[in-house]
């Protein structure tokens, strides 16, 4: 509920942090006449009436005082928030947004303390909060619900130009929805009460992605009024706003390490020069270049009437509309059998691992791939506020969503050809040549012109795959707040809230993949193998490779590489028919309604109440206030899809082609109806205080509970099981050790499986503290401290072999090592910030517009989480929580005088992990190295109406490097665009 007939003393106990505005205040505009306060809850924010942005500048009295205006009266009023909130509460206004070179808003959120972000194909894509992902998302002061299988809207799907606000609570009270373990970030769009008037504002840009070497544009638009009328004051907005973008991101790879030598298990044989020595030996690797761009049309309206001082109606509308596209092709040499190549020198370092030397025929994959994903999410919105009494207010909001995603992604695969991989007398005899000594890895054919020539490559597969998602939702609330006045007690809240929630998912299932004829691996014949020179208008040499990192692979990466055309993989209709024209095979999507197709179905209600009583008081000169609560909610959920397994018709024999080659027996398919679901209830304790211990000096502390159920993508029942067999002539399945005899108990069959989600998962779980000391020494100047403890139960952790047991009848036990989510143990993470900020007026004119803001995380945790602790390990290691880093921090150099606002800023975070149970890794855990970013923006205000801007983004051009376990075994290699922009922007 947001209290929009408050007194500024109230709205001041929301609460925000200084810091965080600070961060972005540098490039505060003329075009917003107000800075909006973050919502109590429910429907967007209000003004401050302390500032007034509409100066921009500072201006000098005759007497040589420093009149405090613009951006300095901005940052004065935010200390003066954060001195008098109730709660941990961090910002971004609206100003900060609009003029920064963020496009989205996880971008913009990397530079609030205890924030960080991921990056996908080189936007910020994903926030972490102290080390969780698990960060609920609001609208409005809303829940926010797409068919994107989140819980929340995708941060890239919102173009930061559409937002009033950003607010990050870290530590939340009762009257906030459940939902966030890290906590909750809150966009607000703007309302007409928000300004005293009519505005009228417009911007236009143009971004430079040097990379791609292509540019985006980027329009948007405002009207808002107000008018009093007979019937009261009405106000009427309108936003919208249409971006698009461009990307392209270029990757080299390493592939996993695995032992050879005497102590190395399976058939791994000795490095030559090694052969007492167990090494590890890179078994591979490649390169990896994206494409695409991106285009958002995103609009609101919003309505508000207020026929009496004491009663308000309002309506709001949001729509977002977000279009992805990409593609690119992904060239490796690779496979866990290729041996080392004989007779060929090698280094090996102190550590064991090979830094150079040569891989004897590496099978290779030329691999096309093109992804079309388009996202529609509606949020239509209305209620009323109403002082039922001076003391006492009544609030009811009623929510309903409305979201589509559709996806469509199309693979081509070319294989190069050589006598171990290929059929028999095609391609040519290589050994991949590798040196990992450098910052960049190289791989090279030491036979010339292997890659470069289209006759040594074979078509191999097409793989058509589709996903279509629909989501509604459905919430109403009603909040009442009791004012008591300057007691013990100063007021109650009190609330209850319902939802109802629904998706249909809806996929073709992976397994569409289809070879092209029969291929051209060892195990076809060369009946039906295709060269990709025997149909040149289908192939091209890539055109990537040649300026692979800006040139600095363009030799030591493969050299020319050729693959099927990337107009196939844009055009699915262009590669169906080129599969026709090959092989004469009829290729197309799977129809949804196919009974070959996924169709899994989720619903969900959740009802919830809340008490929260606020009080504050003195003890002698001590002066003391904060609120305490507790929040009860009930969640229902159930879910329906497929459990399909799959395994040989036992005691069958394998049957013998005319030409030679073997196929296994015939399969049994099991697929059967998979559902099930959760009810559970939780009690969600919270309280807040803080305590003046000087004018100055601030003590606050928090604790509450509060707890993340499974998203919907973690929910959704589609279950895949595979018997394993050790090859096509094997009757019996593999046994998990193949040494001894079969036993249902201690040695049975094994199998694999792969489960999306789990209708059965529970709830994650978090028990948090906060402490924080803040001095503020100055009108615009304050340094902070915080430690913060959250205690973690039941976390989600996406498990690489998770087992499942099942009896099959005529066959046995099998145990299937499943991919799957499961809850954890407990854990915790902890950790502390520091920050702070300053203009230097004590410098003489100019410098005196210069200013410093900084702030410092760090974060540890220990969340039970555990990893393969090295390729053919039984032994686990544990590591931390995905994507967090122990360190980071962000440093601001400020300039804010004579309408000149400048920006520079530095974002560093140490090293993370990414990941477990990535695809193509062996399951070993895959660390981020540190990784750091410079931003920088230059606004000139040219009147009061119009000012330019040119900023820059990723101006080091800083490459991203992962590792595979420890940093002396490289993982990624890789580069995205530089952006530079202009920007204008005029108010009417």
Not at 214 to 238: H, P
Not at 738 to 762: Q, S
Not at 955 to 960: N, R
Request: proline residues 5%; hydrophobic residues 35%.
């Amino acid at each position: 509920m947001r209290r929009s007939f408050f007194t500024t003393g109230q709205l001041l106990r929301g609460g925000t942090s200084g810091l965080a505005i600070a961060l972005f205040g540098i490039v505060t505009p003329a075009a917003f006449a107000q800075t909006t306060l973050p919502p109590v809850a429910g429907t967007g924010g209000q003004p401050d009436s302390t500032v007034d942005a509409s100066a921009q500048t500072q201006t000098e009295t005759d007497s040589g005082d420093i009149v405090v205006t613009g951006l300095r009266q901005s940052l004065q009023s935010a200390q003066a928030i954060k001195r008098n909130a109730d709660q941990f509460v961090d910002s971004i206004t609206a100003q900060d947004i609009g003029r920064l070179p963020d496009v989205t808003v996880a971008e913009a959120l990397q530079r609030v303390s205890g924030v960080q972000i991921t990056r996908n194909r080189g936007e910020g894509s994903g926030v972490a909060v102290r080390g969780l992902t698990q960060v609920r998302t609001e609208l409005n002061g809303r829940d926010i619900f797409s068919a994107s299988g989140g819980r929340g809207l995708s941060w890239e799907e919102v173009g930061s130009d559409l937002l009033a606000g950003v607010d990050v609570y870290k530590n939340p009270s009762a009257e906030l929805v459940e939902g966030g373990l890290s906590g909750t970030v809150n966009l607000r769009t703007r309302l007409p009460f928000d300004q005293p008037g009519q505005l009228v504002s417009a911007s236009a840009a143009s971004t430079y992605y040097d990379l791609a070497g292509k540019s985006g544009q980027q329009v948007s638009g405002i009207y808002s009024n107000r008018w009093d009328t007979g019937i009261g004051e009405i106000g009427f907005l309108a936003n919208i706003g249409y971006q698009t973008t461009s990307f392209r991101e270029d990757v080299v790879v390493v592939e996993p390490f695995y032992q050879h030598g005497p102590a190395a298990p399976g058939v791994q044989g000795p490095v030559p020069g090694f052969n007492n020595q167990t090494v590890l030996l890179p078994h591979g690797g490649g390169f990896r270049t994206a494409y695409g761009d991106r285009e958002r049309l995103s609009g609101t309206a919003a309505l508000q009437w207020r026929p009496t001082d004491g009663l308000e109606l309002y309506a709001q509308y949001f729509r977002a509309d977000y279009k992805f596209n990409e593609a690119g092709n992904s060239f490796f040499s690779y496979g866990s059998d290729v041996p080392p190549s004989p007779d060929r020198p090698f280094t090996v370092d102190d550590n064991g691992v090979v830094r150079t030397g040569y891989l004897d025929n590496a099978g290779t994959d030329s691999v096309n791939f093109g992804t079309v994903r388009d996202t529609s999410t509606t949020d239509i919105s209305g209620g009323v506020r109403w002082n039922v009494t001076n003391d006492v207010k009544l609030s009811v909001d009623y929510q309903h969503i409305d979201s589509t995603v559709e996806q469509t992604t199309l693979n081509l695969t070319a294989s190069a050809l050589n006598p171990r991989t290929s059929v028999a007398g095609l391609g040519q005899d290589y050994d991949l040549f590798f040196d990992l000594t450098g910052k960049v890895p190289v791989f090279q054919s030491t036979t010339p012109n292997y890659f470069s020539n289209p006759a040594n490559y074979g078509m191999t597969a097409i793989l058509p795959y589709g996903e279509q998602n629909d989501a509604t939702a459905d919430a109403i609330r009603a909040d009442l707040t009791w004012d008591f006045g300057e007691g013990l007690i100063r007021e109650v809240r009190a609330g209850v809230r319902y939802t109802d929630k629904s998706a249909i998912n809806r996929n073709t299932t992976y397994d569409t993949w289809t070879a092209i004829g029969s291929t051209c691996a060892n195990w076809s014949s060369d009946a039906g193998c295709t060269l990709l020179s025997e149909f040149p208008q289908y192939a091209q040499q890539n055109l990537y490779q040649q300026d692979l990192l800006r040139g600095k692979a363009r030799n030591s990466v493969f050299g020319p590489v050729w693959q099927f055309r990337d107009s196939l993989v844009t055009d699915a209709q262009a590669a169906f028919d080129a599969v026709r024209a090959i092989s004469g095979q009829n290729i197309s999507f799977r129809p949804y309604d196919s009974p070959n197709a996924f169709l899994g179905t989720i619903g969900e209600k959740s009802y919830a109440a809340y008490l929260r009583v606020g009080f504050g008081g003195d003890i002698g000169t001590v002066r003391f206030d904060g609120n305490v609560g507790v929040r009860a909610v009930r969640t229902e959920t159930e879910a329906l899809g497929r459990r399909v397994l799959v395994y040989r018709t036992p005691g069958a024999a394998p049957i013998t082609n005319p030409d030679g080659t073997v196929t296994a027996a015939p399969n049994i398919t099991l697929d059967q109806p998979f559902g099930g679901g959760r009810d559970y209830d939780r009690y969600l304790p919270s309280v807040n205080l803080k305590v003046n211990l000087t004018d100055e000096l601030i003590l606050r502390g928090a604790f509450s509970q509060n707890f993340s159920r499974p998203s919907f993508a973690q929910l959704n029942p589609q279950f895949n099981l595979s018997v394993s067999y050790t090859d096509a002539n094997s009757v019996a399945p593999t046994l998990a050790n193949p040494a001894l005899p079969y036993n249902a108990t201690t040695n049975p069959y094994v199998g694999t499986g792969t489960a999306l989600g789990d209708p059965n998962l529970r709830p994650e779980e978090a028990t948090s503290y906060d402490l924080a000391l803040e001095w503020y020494f100055d009108p615009v100047g304050f340094v902070y401290a915080t430690g913060f403890y959250k205690n973690l139960k039941n976390l989600l952790v996406d498990r690489a072999a998770a087992p499942v047991f099942q009896d099959l009848a005529g066959l046995g036990t099998v145990r299937f090592n499943v991919r799957r989510w499961v809850n954890e143990s407990e854990g915790y993470v902890r950790g502390f910030e520091v920050g702070g900020q300053k203009f230097l007026d004590f410098l003489p004119a100019p410098f005196d517009g210069l200013g410093v803001q900084a702030n410092y995380t760090f974060a540890d945790s220990d969340a039970g989480q555990a990893a393969a602790g090295d390729i053919n390990s039984r032994t686990q290691i544990s590591v931390g929580l995905v994507n967090l880093s122990k360190h980071s921090y962000n440093l601001v150099a400020l300039y804010d005088k004579f309408g000149l606002n400048m920006r520079v800023a530095y974002n560093w975070r140490s090293s993370f992990l990414q990941g477990t149970a990535n695809t193509g890794t062996q399951n070993l855990p895959i660390f981020g190295n540190a990784y750091g970013t410079l931003d920088a923006s230059v606004t000139y205000d040219v009147t009061p109406q119009f000012a330019i801007t040119l900023d820059g983004q990723n101006i080091l051009d800083t490459a991203f490097k992962s590792y595979q376990i420890f940093d002396d075994r490289p993982r990624d290699y890789g580069i995205n665009d530089r952006r530079f922009s202009v920007r204008a922007r005029v108010k009417f």
